[in-house]
């Protein structure tokens, strides 16, 4: 009887073996099949020359021309002033940004401040670099009018908003001898500010006569005012 079971169990596993064999074989052969019509069009029918061109063409970068990357350049914990400035030149930074509000510097009438002794460092670290400097002191940062209180609900284009602002213009420079200015943005994001046609013409007035003003005394230096991108696009004039 033993014999007769082993025997018994002996084909029934051949059997098995063979069925087995014979299902894999079939569904391997149905998965190559639907291999090979789900295989992408593309690599079947080439793209066509003029099609990757015009791809190239969308994708290409600008040439820079005489465009210049300005970056803020600060410090972080476990970096310092040297290994920050290492890795903006890295980064493709050509001149450096030294960021203020107005009122941060001067704190009451004709008095003022070297915020965080930065422009001290800035002029000790960047003049011995040779590493040039854009300066945004701003009267206005996005949405916020940022003169010093004893200014504060005055016109901008008030005699006196506007000789205060040169008179600090004179403070900030007389502080950077050393130091390379490329460049002074008078406001950052300006048209968040200037929503109204009358602050507009305020503070288009209050521009001409400050930057006239640099520019006579600091002719090297480069004037302008900065907007965010839909600023330029809607409120370019």
Do not use: C
């Not at 391997?28 to 593309?42: A, M, R, V, Y």
């Not at 493709?92 to 401040?113: M, N, R």
């Amino acid at each position: 009887i033993k014999s007769y079971n082993r025997k018994k169990v002996g084909k029934k596993l051949i059997i098995g073996i063979i069925i087995s064999l014979v299902v894999l074989f079939f569904i391997f052969s149905i998965g190559k099949k639907d291999l090979e019509e789900t295989t992408p069009n593309e690599q079947q029918t080439p793209i066509k020359t003029e099609e990757k061109e015009q791809a190239i063409e969308e994708t290409s970068v600008k040439p820079k021309g005489n465009r210049i990357l300005a970056i803020d350049t600060n410090t972080a914990e476990g970096v310092d002033f040297g290994e920050a400035f290492g890795l903006t030149t890295n980064a493709g930074g050509e001149v450096f940004q030294l960021s203020f509000a107005w009122d941060d510097i001067e704190t009451s009438p004709s008095k003022y401040q070297d915020p965080g002794n930065f422009l001290n460092i800035a002029d000790s670290f960047y003049g011995s670099k040779n590493a040039p400097i854009a300066l945004m002191i701003g009267p206005i940062d996005t949405n916020v009018n940022r003169v010093p209180k004893h200014l504060k609900g005055k016109k901008f284009n008030d005699p006196e908003m506007i000789s205060g602002y040169n008179k600090m213009i004179d403070f900030v420079m007389s502080q950077l001898p050393k130091a390379q200015v490329l460049s002074l943005s008078i406001g950052n994001e300006i048209n968040r500010y200037l929503t109204s046609e009358e602050r507009k013409s305020e503070y288009l007035d209050f521009y001409k006569q400050t930057s006239k003003y640099v520019k006579n005394k600091y002719p090297n230096v480069k004037i302008g005012a900065k907007a965010t991108l839909d600023g330029y696009e809607k409120d370019a004039n």
